[in-house]
Structure formats: C-alpha cells, structure tokens
C-alpha cells in the first residue's frame, strides 16, 4: 500500500488544495559599496541559506548577483572590505508574477563579505580595457557574497564570565543569553529579544557555577553541558529570528509535548514531484509534503557494538565526601553509592556492551547520556519542494510518515538541519524563484526505548 492510497490521503489533497503558500516571492538586492554609493545589480541569482542546528549558531546564508565586469572592476572589488547589501523579499500571485499587494515587503540590509576575490581588471588589452563602460560590454559575472546579520556580527565576539550562586543552569544560560546578547548595538529590529529554551534535565540548584572569563557568548551552552551538564541527550543552541534557541538535539520524545511540531510525509518522488502546495501551518502544528529525494539511515546497532550501549561512571563528589565506611576497623566500599551505571536500550543478543567513558569519575553523567542517545537512532534526510523554511523552528519536535511495503510507519524525532536553496526560475525578465530545502531529522522508531 502507498501512502497516498492510505487514510493519510485526505490530509494531503487538504494541503495540495488549501490555497496560496508563502512559496512565491522575488528577490531583489541593492549593494552598498561607499557612502551613499549604491549598486543595483543585474538580477539576483540565488540566495541560499544554510540552517545546521546541530553544529552552528546562526544562519550561514549567501547570495549570487549578475554583475557586469566593468562594475565589478571599479566598484565591488576596490570597496570588497566595506561591502554591505540590502536584500528584499518580495511576495508574489501565485500563478503570475504581479506584486502579492496583500503581503509586505520583507528586507534587511547586511555586512557582506565577497566570496570570490580573484584578479578585478583584465590587464595588457590596452587603455580602453580601463573604462568601465567597455569592461560593462565584455563580461557579465556571477559574484558571490556571504552576507551577515548586523547583530550576530557583534554577538559572536561577546565574552562572558564570573561566578554565579545558588543558581539553576537553565537559570543562568537564559539570564546571560538575553542580557549579554542584548548589548549589541543595533536597533530593535536587529536585536536579539529573548531566549526559547526547552525544559532542562539538570534542575539542581548549584551552590555556585564558575564560567572563566573570555568563553565567548556563544559558547557557552556547549561550555555548560560539558561542565555541568543542561539535557541529557545533547546541547542544541541556534539563534533565529531574534530568539536564541536552546533544546536536546536526540530527544525524540518530545512532539507530544512541544509548542510547536512538524509532520513529514513522504510522498512517491514518481507522483508528487514539483507541485505547487507543499506545506501547510494549523496553529502551531506544521505539516510538509516531502516530495524529492528521501534516505532514511540508521547506524545504531553498529555504533553500540563499537562504541557501546551503556556506560558506568564513578561519582566525583563521592571520593571527596567519602566513598568508604568504616566501622570495628572494617572499611567498606559501597559500589552502588558510588557508581553511576546504566543502559540506554538492551542488545537483541542480550550481551550489552556497557564500557567507561574517557572521563571515569565525574559528577556530569548529562553529558554521557547525550553520547548514548546519540547513538541510539537514525539520520533522515528528504528534500521538500517549493519550501518555506521561514515556519521551521531549530531542534522542532518532528513525526515522519512513509508507507513501508503494506504498512505506514512513523518515527520521531528533531530536526537537525534545513538548508535552503532559492534560485532564479525561468528567462532573464522571470521574477520568480524556485526553492527547495533539504531537511535532516535525528529520528528514532521506538520512543519508549
């Protein structure tokens, strides 16, 4: 049976039929090459926007323009240390493509870094080769930029440290993040407003919390799960649309429970490839039609075999406090009072392999039960077509959909990665731009386990 012959088949012609997306827009960029200097390209090429949740901190995004040679030569290349473009997002009909007059006009305007910095004027061609106008007439380039948030362009040299008591880790990291974070100089609709954090696994009140001075603001959540330890199945931390966002990059138990979830469904390449509709947001529930090239991996009973399916840790404070009793000059030694000893999902065979980790002794097993989560699941990766990546959240609460043979299987888990590629469709005076972001999903079948 196919997913579109099974009772899922109503809920995708509800999307493929529901109306208008957010999918049909135009790009337009300005570049901004002195003071009061202004260039307007030929036409924007691409822009692609490269989301990893579980790697980065923020958005790595870039733009493709249509400059001719002489331009390029006289204006971007001598001014390429002080470069700032203004990019604007323009809503269009979605069968045509007049202005969408009922949306706004998004824009932005950022520091631009030239990608692409080879020789700018052709030499030996005489005099005239030095003209702008000539060089204009001789080629037409693609120029690459990579392009940055005014805010984050500050952020991401903030440090932070001192000494913090009686404080809850989840406290701290949102108390630094929002007040740190707000110290740049933009205006209000640069700056960061607020952090979104998933409810923590460490909720003890630490007697106090040492960061060392010079860890930079955006390392600090990874600083703190390392040390302390915040969730016990890995530290998420991605900043997106003025809210820092923190959540368990493997917990994939949390869709029953999230603000905020996507649904994937994935659809037969062969029957669904390159329609119009793709997605469609309920409230806070959003729901996608993958319909591009799909790979569902998983490695977990090879990663257990090698690297384990449990770990034991020895306690820090244990040896400190005392990790003996004795009594009528007899010492005993308490392994169950001092060891830290667990299995994240039992081996078919029965023989678990449960080794200890690099750090024996320590009182931070978040950061052990992260490495153990992270082995036990997969890696999904599906391409949706004519995408609007704008709804996505970093680390959403995730259920896939697929028919397997005669069944439909589900599987959750949080969304890792959404790189987007848009790119200009259609002849020279097409406004309209084609997108598709390739989606990765840490997913796990039983979340029981």
Known sequence: MEIIDSPLKNEIDWITSNGPTGTNYSWEAVVHYGEDQLLIPLKVVSVNNKRDYSQSFTDEMTVTLLIPLGKYARQIYPNRTKLQITLTKIPLGELADEEDTSNAHSSERYTAILIDQGPAIAEGQGTESNDEFVLDLTDLLDVHFQLLNKALEQVRLIGVGGTFRKVKVGDLLETALTNESQKADVDEQRAIVGVDISPVSNKDIKEQIVVTHGIKLVDLPDYLQKKIGVYNAGMGSYVQNKFWHLFPLYDVSRYN?????????????????????????????????????????????????????????????????????????????????????????????????????????????????????????????????????????????????????????????????????????????????????????????????
């Open 257 to 449: 429970d999230s603000d905020y979830t996507l649904t994937l469904i994935v659809l037969p390449k062969r029957k669904y490839s390159n329609i119009e509709r793709t997605y469609l947001s309920e409230g806070t529930a959003t729901t996608v039609l993958v319909t591009g090239q799909t790979l569902m991996k998983d490695d977990s009973g090879s990663q257990y075999m090698n690297q384990g399916n449990g770990a034991r840790l020895t306690s820090a404070s244990s040896l400190i406090e005392g990790s003996s009793v004795t009594k009528d000059n007899k010492t005993k030694y308490g392994r169950a009072n001092n060891n830290s000893e667990f299995i994240t999902d039992q081996m078919s065979s029965g023989n678990n392999h449960v080794p200890i980790p690099p750090q024996r002794i320590s009182d931070n097993p978040f950061t052990v039960f992260s490495n153990l989560n992270a082995r036990n699941g997969g890696m999904f990766r599906g391409v949706w077509q004519n995408s609007d990546p704008s709804i996505l959240l970093p680390g959403m609460a995730t259920r896939i959909l697929y028919a397997d043979n005669d069944d439909i299987k589900e599987a959750f888990g949080v969304l890792h990665s959404a790189n987007t590629i848009s790119h200009h469709h259609g002849d020279f005076h097409n406004r309209r731009f084609q997108n598709q972001t390739i989606l990765e999903v840490f997913y796990r079948f039983d979340v029981n386990k």
